[in-house]
């Protein structure tokens, strides 16, 4: 067990241990000053306040003491910090979309900052930065994630240009975490039921602003050893580690929260991940209310929302049947399920024996409503779920979109802060962001210009000093040490590419001519300079090729000034980037990249984007603000290649080499005030987290509500309705299809025989599929005539516009029920054929 007694600081210091153990101030960079203050050094290398607290000599706390200024600027600091966690903030204003509910977000991953590494790359970051939002806009959602002793692997490229992978030891002592207590006082532990053993987990609780952020770890001395391991590293270790880290998640995270006693209304499920916990959820209100496990499940599917961010099957979490059932039997008898019941909602094919299970297709299955996160993707996403809504159109596929946005403040530099601070205001990104654009349209192209260059020289700075700690680790010579401090120039166009070494990203999509790249970087008048970043998946041999040719590629002669690669990328290094380039360049292959969210981080810096017609760029891009490459058609390697040299060549070039008589580059700073006005706010986090509540937390809650209370009689009812359909629909038949031309007007009827199913619990419709130039189109149809004789049989009908021929269309009967959410709760569909 952990000694957990952080040490006792002098009186007049107690402050800043509520400070330190306050995530803010991974944004909050007025306090950036303090901790620097207390030991340069370590801030330097750790930019973990808790770790300084912990470290600092009691000598140097005694003269802290003693120090007026430092008094002041805690006493003012700790004001500030109150003052914010006092504040109602915007959402508390908002009714009726405030009504005091709570969301759980649960994550695989969260990236809040170098100092709590829990992450891996975009979707991590991304988890970081909603929470952060969360607390700025004051909206009730707490996290819920897994504490790894080791987390994602470090990187360093040893002289062969080989990556190598280290695991450093995350010792929670000196993480800014501390463990969360139970409704008894005593530090919260949940035991979860496993084969033969009960597996004890511990809680944490990160104080992120005014939200929370719960974290499990298995690493308890209760535990057998292989079991204090399932917690020990992301994304490593088989297909049962990774099962066992799910259970975890989805169902640890789920009795976390209620032995908390935090009520939540929404689970959102950044990824399917935690898809377990729509069983848990389940169950647990059927054992509170004494309802079956059915209804139970009717229930909290209306609470419960799924973000999928993968644009491919290969992407989807899968299990091996026989490994689900091992961990998930504890629901057969308890919740009288078949196994395959159970594993039919892991199932395309809910009959198919050997079809394995499939986490997405639980998180669809036990969530009312599910999203993509670009548009793109919404679009991908509806095809690659397609299959479990059968005989409905892709369009139609329940999958809807809330593209991702970025936490402003988490990677502004302090120049591009202070620009924005004169025209906005400091609490802009407090609230919603619309106005922003027209405000910040205003500044002047010297300001910008000026800001931009500011930047840049940090980054190069940055990169300098970065490199020559590589090479001493690499053991070159103090010569070559010493000529790092050399690279690079600071009024030189610069690049930046840093990312996930993986195919789909094409990270060398710009080494495809190599004398054409070597002759753009080094133009006598016109040089240009890049900067390359990015780990490979440690399985991943291919990416890490990729990495050993752009480190081929950086020691060829006469490049050494001009291209650098920076091993280790993290948010920390990710800041400096989006900071200090004036382009930022991807070139993922359409449509394999989700979203993106790499490139919104240079909006407010005042970056430009190059990038892929791809994820949020094929819907941001306009010619304004940037460049792109690519089409609407799947990508072309040879053609993109070709695009991008002459883009860089053609077009970047001449505009940032082309100065007025006072050295600034009108157009391309025009540029740089186009996409900082109005794609930095639209690409926000506060945008995204208004459209997640707007779009899917609102109905989510109020659906839920509405189906638990009274004994959950709603929700039984809705129960009930499915079950009748899913009995009565094959009896559903149509008649003939007759239409009457009546000048402009085609007059369609059709007689449908109900059989089984009552009239108000369908919908008749007239659809036609997108053809001969005519979009798609769906209409109601409606019964008006009873037929004598037959049980539930109407004629309905409908008037369309004669225009479209008569033959186009289809009449369809779908389910409908206005308290459901359809077609994802209930795909039942007929067509008349
Ligand atoms: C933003 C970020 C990512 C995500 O970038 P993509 O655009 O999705 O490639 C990955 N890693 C780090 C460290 C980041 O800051």
Same mark, same amino acid.
């Given at each position: 067990m952990y000694a957990f007694l952080p040490r006792k600081l002098p009186k007049q210091l107690h402050d800043l241990t509520e400070l330190a153990l306050n995530l803010r101030w991974t944004w909050n960079h007025?306090?950036?000053?303090?901790?620097?203050?207390?030991?340069?050094?370590?801030?330097?290398?750790?930019?973990?306040?808790?770790?300084?607290?912990?470290?600092?000599?009691?000598?140097?706390?005694?003269?802290?003491?003693?120090?007026?200024?430092?008094?002041?600027?805690?006493?003012?600091?700790?004001?500030?910090?109150?003052?914010?966690?006092?504040?109602?903030?915007?959402?508390?204003?908002?009714?009726?979309?405030?009504?005091?509910?709570?969301?759980?977000?649960?994550?695989?991953?969260?990236?809040?900052?170098?100092?709590?590494?829990?992450?891996?790359?975009?979707?991590?970051?991304?988890?970081?930065?909603?929470?952060?939002?969360a607390s700025d806009m004051g909206v009730p959602i707490l996290g819920v994630g897994l504490l790894y002793q080791e987390g994602y692997f470090r990187q360093s490229i040893d002289a062969a240009g080989r990556q190598q992978e280290a695991y450093p030891h995350n010792d929670p002592t000196s993480l800014p975490i501390q463990p969360a207590f139970g409704r008894d006082g005593a530090w919260l532990k949940v035991a979860l039921p496993l084969p033969g053993r009960t597996l004890h987990l511990r809680v944490w609780q990160v104080i992120v602003g005014r939200t929370r952020l719960y974290l499990l770890d298995s690493n308890d001395l209760l535990n057998g050893a292989a079991d204090r391991g399932i917690t020990s590293k992301l994304y490593a270790g088989g297909s049962e580690m990774r099962l066992l880290q799910e259970v975890v998640l989805g169902i640890g995270g789920w009795a976390t929260l209620d032995a908390l006693g935090i009520r939540v209304d929404v689970c959102h499920l950044n990824e399917g991940h935690a @898809?377990? +916990? %729509? !069983?848990?959820? *389940? &169950?647990?209100?059927?054992?509170?209310?004494?309802? $079956?496990? =059915?209804?139970?499940?009717?229930?909290?599917?209306?609470?419960?929302?799924?973000?999928?961010?993968?644009?491919?099957?290969?992407?989807?979490?899968?299990?091996? @049947?026989? +490994? %689900? !059932?091992?961990? *998930? &039997?504890?629901?057969?008898?308890?919740?009288?399920? $078949?196994? =395959?019941?159970?594993?039919?909602?892991?199932?395309?094919?809910?009959?198919?024996?050997?079809?394995?299970?499939?986490?997405?297709?639980?998180?669809?299955?036990?969530?009312?409503?599910?999203?993509?996160v670009s548009r793109l993707h919404g679009e991908v996403s509806r095809r690659l779920f397609s299959d479990l809504y059968p005989r409905w159109p892709y369009e139609e596929v329940p999958v809807g979109y809330v593209t991702n946005g970025v936490h402003v403040p988490s990677w502004d530099s302090a120049w591009s802060d202070h620009l924005w601070t004169r025209s906005c205001g400091k609490e802009r990104w407090l609230g919603t962001v619309e106005t922003l654009a027209d405000t910040v349209a205003d500044t002047d192209d010297k300001a910008l210009w000026a800001m931009a260059a500011e930047q840049r020289h940090d980054l190069v700075n940055y990169a300098r000093q970065r490199l020559a700690g590589q090479l001493s680790q690499r053991d070159e010579s103090p010569q070559q040490v010493e000529e790092a401090a050399r690279v690079l120039d600071p009024n030189c166009l610069t690049l930046g590419f840093a990312r996930r070494f993986t195919d789909y990203k094409r990270p060398n999509l710009l080494l495809h001519d190599v004398e054409r790249l070597k002759r753009l970087l080094t133009h006598e008048q016109h040089p240009v300079q890049l900067i390359i970043a990015g780990k490979a998946h440690p399985a991943d041999e291919q990416g890490k090729q990729l990495i050993q040719a752009w480190m081929d590629f950086v020691h060829l002669p006469g490049l050494r000034r001009h291209v650098v690669f920076l091993e280790d990328y993290d948010i920390e290094m990710a800041q400096y980037l989006v900071q200090g380039v004036d382009v930022w360049i991807n070139t993922p292959r359409r449509p394999w990249e989700a979203c993106g969210t790499s490139g919104m981080k240079v909006l407010v810096n005042g970056g430009l984007n190059l990038s892929e017609l791809d994820g949020w760029w094929a819907q941001a891009y306009q010619p304004a603000y940037g460049w792109a490459i690519g089409s609407d058609a799947p990508s072309d390697d040879e053609v993109d290649a070709e695009r991008l040299y002459s883009v860089l060549e053609n077009e970047v070039v001449p505009l940032f080499y082309s100065r007025d008589n006072q050295g600034i580059p009108r157009e391309w700073v025009q540029h740089m005030r186009a996409s900082m006005a109005q794609l930095g706010p639209q690409f926000s986090s506060n945008r995204m987290l208004h459209d997640y509540l707007e779009q899917y937390y609102q109905p989510a809650i109020q659906a839920f509500r509405r189906r638990g209370k009274d004994q959950a009689a709603l929700a039984c009812t809705l129960h009930a309705w499915?079950?009748?359909?899913?009995?009565?629909?094959?009896?559903?038949?149509?008649?003939?299809?007759?239409?009457?031309?009546?000048?402009?007007?085609?007059?369609?009827?059709?007689?449908?025989?109900?059989?089984?199913?009552?009239?108000?619990?369908?919908?008749?419709?007239?659809?036609?599929?997108?053809?001969d130039g005519f979009p798609d189109a769906c209409l109601p149809m409606n019964a008006v005539d009873k037929m004598p004789g037959a049980t539930q049989g109407y004629i309905f009908y409908a008037t369309v516009a004669a225009e479209r021929p008569a033959d186009h269309y289809t009449p369809r009967v779908r389910a409908w029920h206005p308290e459901a959410f359809l077609p994802a709760e209930n795909p039942l569909i007929a067509w008349q054929r």
């Open positions: 007025a306090l950036d000053e303090l901790w620097k203050a207390i030991d340069p050094l370590l801030w330097a290398r750790t930019h973990n306040p808790w770790l300084i607290l912990q470290n600092t000599a009691p000598q140097r706390l005694k003269a802290l003491c003693q120090d007026a200024a430092f008094s002041q600027t805690l006493a003012r600091a700790i004001d500030e910090h109150r003052r914010y966690l006092d504040e109602p903030g915007w959402y508390a204003g908002q009714r009726p979309l405030n009504d005091g509910a709570q969301v759980a977000y649960f994550s695989m991953e969260f990236g809040l900052s170098e100092a709590l590494a829990l992450y891996a790359g975009g979707l991590g970051v991304l988890a970081g930065d909603y929470l952060k939002t @898809a377990l +916990l %729509v !069983l848990e959820r *389940a &169950r647990r209100f059927m054992h509170k209310t004494g309802v $079956s496990f =059915q209804q139970a499940w009717w229930a909290t599917r209306a609470g419960n929302v799924f973000t999928t961010h993968t644009p491919v099957a290969a992407g989807f979490d899968v299990f091996p @049947a026989a +490994l %689900v !059932l091992k961990y *998930a &039997r504890g629901y057969l008898d308890d919740c009288q399920l $078949s196994s =395959q019941e159970l594993l039919a909602l892991g199932r395309r094919d809910p009959t198919d024996d050997d079809e394995p299970f499939n986490m997405a297709f639980l998180a669809l299955r036990g969530c009312a409503q599910s999203n993509a499915h079950k009748a359909l899913a009995t009565g629909w094959d009896s559903i038949h149509f008649g003939q299809v007759e239409s009457r031309r009546d000048g402009d007007w085609l007059h369609i009827s059709v007689p449908i025989y109900l059989g089984e199913i009552a009239a108000q619990w369908v919908k008749v419709e007239l659809y036609a599929h997108a053809c």
